[in-house]
């Protein structure tokens, strides 16, 4: 069965630091693309970025407001997603989704509770 | 970056109705769009990619259209499963973008 848990939500205070898991299991995770996805308390959904596999170059793309802040991973010996964020704002509190698929992400996590508030 | 116009933004309807929700976008992404189903409290769900084709296990009641800048869904014969918020995704130029949903209500 395929399933993509996210961990590490939390409360951090603006200007700080926080890195969100994805583990996925299911599927051959090193040989696809992975996205993110956020969704502020009742707002729409957000792109946030996406990472390549490997096989693929690797390389990663940014929406705007994260970019140079937030920065996505992967390993794949770990079968694990990860979003770096750093310089964190306000704006940025969100439910956090790992998406599988780099384009259209056909495959959703249930999500993970960011907060950014002193 | 390409913005996504969804219109209307909420939509009253019943079960067993017919309906639309149109997608636009500020500049052509050919056929490179996809739908998504939202149920309160839920992660979004995949419905339709390449503006027209039904992903695996999504009933044939839900269909897509359109290619450029117009696009649709169209849900027939409503049922009460289907009231939730949808939102189109442009997955034709990084950085990729959402329209602002649509609630669909009884």
């Known amino acids: 069965e395929e399933q993509l848990v996210e961990s590490g939500g939390g409360l951090v205070k603006p200007g700080g630091s926080l890195r969100i898991s994805c583990a996925v299991s299911?599927?051959?995770?090193?040989?696809?693309?992975m996205s993110w996805v956020r969704q502020a308390p009742g707002k729409g959904l957000e792109w946030v970025g996406r990472i390549k596999s490997k096989s693929d170059g690797g390389t990663t793309e940014y929406a705007a407001p994260v970019k140079g802040r937030f920065t996505i991973s992967r390993d794949d010996s770990k079968n694990t997603l990860y979003l770096q964020m750093n310089s964190l704002k306000t704006e940025d509190t969100a439910v956090y989704y790992c998406t599988r698929g780099g384009t259209k992400p056909d495959f959703w996590g249930q999500g993970t509770l960011v907060t950014v508030s002193s | 970056d390409i913005q996504m116009t969804q219109s209307p933004s909420t939509l009253s309807a019943s079960v067993g109705d017919r309906v639309t929700i149109t997608c636009r976008a500020s500049?052509?992404?050919?056929?490179?769009l996809a739908w998504y189903q939202q149920r309160r409290g839920k992660a979004p769900k995949f419905l339709i990619y390449q503006a027209s084709y039904l992903e695996s296990g999504v009933p044939s009641r839900f269909s897509g259209s359109g290619s450029g800048t117009e696009f649709t869904l169209t849900i027939s014969n409503l049922q009460p499963d289907d009231f939730a918020t949808y939102y189109c995704?442009?997955?034709?130029?990084?950085?990729?973008?959402f329209g602002q949903g649509t609630t669909l209500e009884i």
């Open positions: 299911g599927f051959t995770f090193s040989n696809v693309w």
């Open positions: 995704l442009q997955y034709n130029t990084p950085p990729y973008t």
């Open positions: 500049q052509s992404v050919s056929v490179w």
